[in-house]
Nanobody, 123 residues
Framework: QLQLVESGGGLVQPGGSLRLACTFSGPSADFYAIGWFRQAPGKVREGVSCISSTGRNTNYADSVKGRFTISRDNAKNTVYLQMNSLNREDTAVYYC????????????????WGQGTQVTVSS
C-alpha cells in the first residue's frame, strides 16, 4: 500500500506561482508513476500532469502546458508540480495519485491517492 501526502497549496494572486509537493512511501515506491489531478467546485476531477516512474516521460493537460512543470526526486520520494502564471481558473483542490510504472489520464487508472491540497488564485 503506497502512501501519498500533498503539500504546498495556499492562496496566491493571479500571475503568481506555487510549488506543490507529493511525498510518497511504501513498498516499491520507485516503481510508480505519479499523476497530478485537480477538482474545482462544481466540476469533475481532471488530469493535470503526470511523470513516469523513471522521470523520463512527462505529460501535461493543454490548459497548463507551458505554465506548469512536473519533476521528481526519487532519492527524496517526492514529486513536484511547479505552477507559474496562475489564473483564477487554476483554483481547485489538487491531488497526487500513483499507478504502476507509466502515466495515464483516467482517474480510475490510479490505485493510490493523497488527501489533496487547496490552491486558491484570487486578488
Amino acid at each position: 500500500q503506497l502512501q501519498l501526502v500533498e503539500s504546498g497549496g495556499g492562496l496566491v494572486q493571479p500571475g503568481g506561482s506555487l510549488r506543490l509537493a507529493c511525498t510518497f512511501s511504501g513498498p516499491s515506491a520507485d516503481f510508480y508513476a505519479i499523476g497530478w489531478f485537480r477538482q474545482a467546485p462544481g466540476k469533475v476531477r481532471e488530469g493535470v500532469s503526470c511523470i513516469s516512474s523513471t522521470g523520463r516521460n512527462t505529460n501535461y493537460a493543454d490548459s497548463v502546458k507551458g505554465r506548469f512543470t512536473i519533476s521528481r526526486d526519487n532519492a527524496k520520494n517526492t514529486v513536484y508540480l511547479q505552477m507559474n502564471s496562475l489564473n483564477r481558473e487554476d483554483t481547485a483542490v489538487y491531488y497526487c495519485a500513483a499507478r504502476f510504472s507509466i502515466c495515464a489520464w483516467g482517474i480510475n487508472e490510479y490505485d493510490y491517492w493523497g488527501q489533496g491540497t487547496q490552491v486558491t488564485v484570487s486578488s
